[in-house]
């Protein structure tokens, strides 16, 4: 629709809605398209994030992508649609871009100088930085205060963890957030490029994240905060 309307139409990352000929991105609208076509793959090479998939398919509109060496998604699809962005800034056509980072979906893969952020961060332990947390919400009138707050049982007592597990638990929770901080910055990229090029003002930007509040991921999401 938005393409008929006089839009250019470009998508940069996951797609996982059909690998078809007729389902991928470039036979939907969109003009020019990059990314993967399953719900996720490693963020550095071509390999399959889980048992699930044998394999998995990267995209340049209707060829197959060869990855550069330097690949790493978040970074590569923040550059694509910047890119695109570019290509058709003189013609003054609006513009629609869907940017769909593989992050923070599993693989959890961050730069090494990204995790290192904050390995100190969560060597406080979960429940230490989920009162912590509260406690902040309390103080920004977010969170009501006298809450009890409550462990899932599908999450252990940190104290009770044996002696490598807290290091190990520490880490996953820093390359998450050290992931989450590089995807957001990338964000931050595109949306400074916008102003740089002066039409900022005249965008929307929608940030919407994947699964909402399906409840396996909530107890992921407790285990990271």
Known sequence: MLRNAGYHTYMAGKWHLGKT????PAAQGFEKSVGVLEGGAD???????SPGYKSVHFFDGREELQLPADFYSSR???DKMMGDIDESAADG??????LAF???????????EFTARYIS?????????????????????IMPAG?????????????????????????RMAVYAGMLEYMDMSIGRVIEHLRA???????????????????????ALYRVL
């Open 21 to 24: 000929p007729e389902s991928i």
């Open 43 to 49: 963020n550095w090479e071509n390999n399959s994030y």
């Open 76 to 78: 590569f699809y923040a």
């Open 93 to 98: 056509k609006p513009l629609f871009g869907y």
């Open 102 to 112: 593989q992050a923070v979906h599993q693989l959890h893969q961050a730069p090494a």
């Open 121 to 141: 961060t969560y060597q406080a332990r979960w429940s230490a930085i989920s009162d912590f947390r509260y406690q902040r919400l309390v103080e920004l009138g």
């Open 147 to 171: 809450l009890t707050m409550s462990r899932p049982a599908v999450v252990p007592d940190w104290n009770l963890l044996p002696v490598d597990e807290p290091r190990m638990n520490a880490k």
């Open 197 to 219: 090029k002066g039409v900022l003002n005249n965008t929307i930007v929608v940030f919407m994240s994947d699964n909402g509040g399906e409840a396996t991921k909530l107890q």
